[in-house]
């Protein structure tokens, strides 16, 4: 069964300080690898995403993250953190496993972000 | 560009009453599906449909039922609130599994 972890529940960090937020991941296959974030009574807005090719990738507002299959990771970072950018985390994994398992996202519990002025 | 749709935003049941969850997209998306956030949970995926007329349990299936008549629409039916289904509920869609999926703004559902 495919499963996500973030083991870290809530991080504090400072504006301007950087940030990695970890994601640990098991999937029989090649996983499809996504990070999205959510802001207070809102919905996901995907960050960044994870198919092949190229370990590292980049994402929007600055995020990157990277792929590190012999760990089954897909940490999160961002080299300079912004108060904009304090919200909750999701890592999720996926892919066309076959059968019933097609189409399913499994989400990580979340990593919610507070950022200090 | 309305996106993901979830009506209504916010609802309260009482014990044993029943209620639809609605969730429209006008992106043309096959695949869509419901998830539950609780906190501390993340989102765990509910049912899931790969297009019109192909539904599939996900994690947390139990007490939901859903239908795809259409490709915009995929309501999910509450049979018999219980208080343990008090939480909030996301619609997302995608074009396929490799696409990102869009989510709603979510149904904030209290059971009492």
């Known amino acids: 069964a495919q499963s996500v972890t973030q083991p870290d529940i809530h991080i504090t960090v400072s504006e301007g300080a950087s940030l990695e937020l970890r994601c640990n991941y098991s999937?029989?296959?090649?996983?499809?690898l996504f990070w999205y974030v959510q802001s207070p009574g809102q919905g996901l807005q995907l960050l960044l995403k994870y198919f092949s090719g190229d370990t590292l990738v980049q994402g929007i507002k600055g995020f990157e993250a990277e792929f590190k299959r012999s760990q089954s990771s897909f940490n999160l970072r961002k080299p300079s953190v912004h108060w904009s950018d304090a919200a909750e985390y999701f890592c999720a994994v996926g892919g066309k496993a076959g059968g019933t398992s097609y189409g399913k996202l499994t989400f990580g519990q979340g990593t919610i972000l507070t950022v200090h002025p | 560009n309305a996106g993901v749709t979830q009506t209504p935003k916010f609802q309260v049941l009482k014990t044993g009453q029943s209620m639809t969850l609605q969730c429209a997209q006008d992106?043309?998306?096959?695949?869509m599906s419901w998830y539950r956030q609780d906190p501390g949970m993340g989102l765990r995926l509910i049912h899931y449909?790969?297009?019109?007329?192909?539904?599939d349990q996900g994690e947390v299936p139990n007490g939901y039922n859903v239908s795809r008549s259409t490709t915009e629409d995929f309501p999910l039916r509450l049979l018999s609130a219980a208080p343990s289904q008090t939480s909030v509920y996301f619609c997302?869609?995608?074009?396929?599994?490799?696409?990102?999926?869009?989510f709603g703004d979510g149904t904030r559902l209290s059971i009492l």
């Open positions: 997302a869609s995608s074009y396929a599994l490799n696409q990102p999926q869009h």
């Open positions: 999937y029989g296959a090649t996983p499809y």
């Open positions: 992106m043309n998306h096959e695949y």
């Open positions: 449909s790969v297009g019109a007329g192909i539904t």
